[in-house]
């Protein structure tokens, strides 16, 4: 299985949370750059088109990121605080409408005070894929770092549901 891991912004995928993903396959985990790559979704998408992506795992700007890259690829997506109603660097955002029955495990920090759950959760409302089958955990305990037992537990949950 190959797994793409978005990073936020100005971040990458830790060692500790890397381990975790590797218990389920490859992890494909490119250094994007969103200040300057206004595009960041397009050149993902045409980045790894060859390397038959199984699931993305987004976090904060690369939940936002996965979200869309998923659809590109008709893959599920795990998006951790996934920056999808605003976003402190601007970018493209390309418009992958494929009918077909997607999963995607949204976790929302209700402490996240980077992105605000309930413009998520309204986001989510008014962009609803008919075809994608939503699973939304809200974490009380949740900020907008993803600490690794809950990275853990909601890998774990999304890879038995797949």
Do not use: C, W
């Amino acid at each position: 299985m190959k797994i793409l891991y978005l990073h936020g912004l100005d971040g990458n995928l830790g060692d500790e949370k890397r381990v975790i993903l590797q218990k389920f396959g490859t992890v494909l985990s490119p250094a994007i750059d969103y200040r300057t790559e206004y595009n960041s979704i397009e050149i993902l998408v045409e980045q790894f088109k060859n390397d038959k992506i199984d699931v993305v795992v987004g976090s904060s700007m690369g939940g936002f990121v996965g979200y869309y890259v998923s659809n590109a690829y008709k893959r599920p997506a795990l998006l951790f605080n996934p920056a999808l109603s605003s976003r402190s660097v601007r970018q493209k955002v390309p418009t992958y409408g494929h009918p077909f029955l997607g999963f995607k495990q949204i976790v929302i920090g209700s402490r996240d005070e980077v992105v605000n759950a309930k413009d998520t959760l309204d986001f989510l409302s008014k962009n609803q894929q008919i075809h994608t089958n939503y699973h939304i955990h809200i974490r009380e305990e949740l900020e907008h770092r993803v600490p690794v037992d809950i990275f853990q537990e909601e890998v774990d949950l999304f890879f038995k549901n797949l």
